[in-house]
C-alpha cells in the first residue's frame, strides 16, 4: 500500500489548486496552510524548482476524533495535498493516504477514522479531471 495515492490532470496547475480546494470543501476539509515550495526554495537556496504546492487540508470532525484516541496525533496532522508541475510539464495531485501513515502510530482505535479520511480524500482526487 503506498503512503498517498496521485492523479495527474488536465487542467492547468492555477485551475488544479482551486479545484481541488473546492473538491476537498465537499468532503468537509478547508485549506489551513498552502506551501509554495518553488518561492521559497528560490528564495532561500537561490535554485530553480518547478511549481509544487503542499496543502494542508483538515477535516475538523475527524481531527477532533483522531486527537481523543491519540492525544499526540498533531504530529501527522494537517492531511497534505501536493499539486505539482511534472518534469514532463503535467499537472498531478497527491494526497496522503492515512491508512498507512497511521500504522505508525499502533493505535487500532484510529483504523476507522483513517479509514474514514482516506476515503473522502480518494473522492477529492477522483472528481479532479
Known amino acids: 500500500m ?21 473538491e476537498l470543501k465537499k468532503e468537509g476539509f478547508g485549506i489551513l496552510t498552502e506551501i509554495d515550495v518553488k518561492t521559497t526554495l528560490k528564495n532561500k537556496l ?9 496543502l494542508g487540508a483538515c477535516n475538523p470532525s475527524f481531527a477532533y476524533k483522531a486527537l481523543q484516541v491519540e492525544e499526540n496525533l498533531g504530529v501527522l496532522l494537517p492531511c497534505n495535498v501536493v499539486v505539482q508541475e511534472t518534469e514532463s510539464g503535467e499537472v498531478q495531485v497527491s494526497v496522503v493516504n492515512p491508512l498507512v501513515s497511521m500504522q505508525a502510530v499502533s493505535n487500532e482505535k484510529l483504523t476507522e477514522v483513517a479509514g474514514e479520511v482516506s476515503q473522502k480524500l480518494q473522492n477529492a482526487l477522483g472528481n479532479l479531471y
Open 2 to 22: 503506498n503512503y498517498y495515492n496521485s492523479k495527474k490532470v488536465t487542467t492547468t496547475f492555477d485551475e488544479t489548486l482551486i479545484k481541488i480546494a473546492e
Open 46 to 54: 537561490d535554485v530553480d524548482f518547478r511549481k509544487y504546492k503542499i
